[in-house]
């Protein structure tokens, strides 16, 4: 009789159990349909949003298939003939059989613009009249990973501004900046015919030069990391000399080039960018597209933003502008206390840290 009572009892309390079980479940659900989308993470997007954002395909004569199948890098927009990409985009480490084998020639590729999926056409397709990448770059390292390739026409999309030092405010440790590509959505997977983006964390550069991250293969002069340290969302094979620019809703920059990862979206191997929007790499490429430019014979365009200079590093001055004056002196008063602080810091769009101790 007892065990009846604790039997029916019992089944109750598993069938309350198995609804919050289910209830846990669809909550868990809808919390990851809700989270940034997993490039890998991320989700689509349109070229509308990114309208910089060039795809490297090879030329049809080196590979078959349409521009989705042949598409291998990313690049941005930064002058109306000037793709910036990265330099293991388009370094070529098998000498080609008449020994010009450093670069890739401009007729093994196309750069396509103004378009959102690659197989579906439209947009802008062009050939290439020329291929360089920066005389620092170390192939060991991945130090100083930029690439440019010269269009033989202009381009009509809007084209991309590299940070200025005045700006680096916009992408300071934490800001939320986007990477965007057509590269792989899981590591070793296929990519994505439809541009996709992600939203992925600037993270310190002593973080990323731990040894538990990339240890001595970071280098903060040339490189950035951005995407979290829990894994899941990042950058992936495909997406290589694509942007990363500070996030939609503010002034557009161009922070950062996709250079390379362990994997894809695994944890403590965030994304590694080139450090576009720092010296000395800013100030390399405002003088590599300068020289290009004289010798190609093409108008000047300016690439960078407002400043010049280092980046800042330091903090941006704060202060706490409002808050409770006195120090509540019993354990009774502190529990029951609701307490209201005002932050304000020198400079716009800074994020705060703060921890109450009583
Ligand atoms: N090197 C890769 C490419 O050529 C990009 C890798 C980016 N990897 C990463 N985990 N964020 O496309």
Not at 75 to 83: D, E, Q
Not at 129 to 151: C, M, W
Not at 177 to 205: C, F, H, N, R, Y
Request: proline share 6%; charged share 20%; hydrophobic share 35%.
């Amino acid at each position: 009789m007892l065990t009846d009572v604790w039997f029916v009892r019992s089944r109750r309390l598993a069938i309350a159990l198995l609804i919050a079980v289910a209830w846990m479940l669809v909550v868990a659900a809808t919390a990851s349909a809700d989270r940034p989308p997993r490039i890998v993470g991320g989700n689509t997007t349109t070229i509308a949003q990114h309208p910089w954002q060039a795809a490297l395909v090879f030329d049809p004569a080196k590979k078959p298939g349409n521009d989705f199948q042949r598409q291998f890098c990313g690049g941005s927009l930064i002058t109306t003939r000037i793709v910036l990409t990265a330099a293991h985009c388009v370094f070529d480490t098998d000498p080609g059989p008449l020994g010009l084998g450093t670069k890739l020639d401009p007729d093994d590729l196309d750069v396509v613009l103004g378009r959102t999926q690659l197989s579906g056409g439209g947009g802008e397709e062009h050939d290439v009249q020329r291929i360089e990448f920066h005389s620092g770059y170390n192939p060991a390292t991945a130090e100083k990973d930029v690439g440019y390739v010269v269009l033989q026409a202009p381009s009509a999309q809007q084209r991309i501004t590299i940070a200025g030092s005045d700006e680096f405010g916009l992408w300071r440790l934490g800001a939320r900046t986007v990477v965007s590509g057509w590269g792989g959505t899981s590591e070793g997977g296929l990519g994505s015919d439809v541009l996709k983006e992600a939203v992925v964390p600037i993270i310190a550069d002593a973080t990323c030069e731990t040894p538990g991250v990339y240890g001595t293969a970071f280098f903060r002069t040339t490189m950035v990391c951005a995407g979290f340290l829990e894994g899941g969302t990042d950058s992936c094979q495909g997406d290589s000399g694509g942007p990363l620019t500070t996030p939609a809703g503010g002034p557009r920059r161009l922070v950062g080039l996709v250079s390379f990862g362990e994997g894809c979206a695994r944890a403590n191997r965030p994304g590694v960018y080139s450090r576009a929007g720092c010296p000395p790499l800013r100030d390399d490429v405002a003088g590599d597209v300068f020289q290009l430019e004289a010798q190609e014979g093409l108008a000047h365009e300016n690439v960078v933003g407002s400043g010049r200079g280092p980046c800042d590093e330091t903090a941006p001055e704060t202060a706490i502008s409002k808050g409770p004056k006195k120090k509540l002196r019993t354990r009774k008063k502190r529990r029951r206390a609701k307490a209201k602080f005002v932050f304000s810091a020198s400079e716009p769009g800074t994020r705060f840290e703060c921890s109450v101790d009583g």
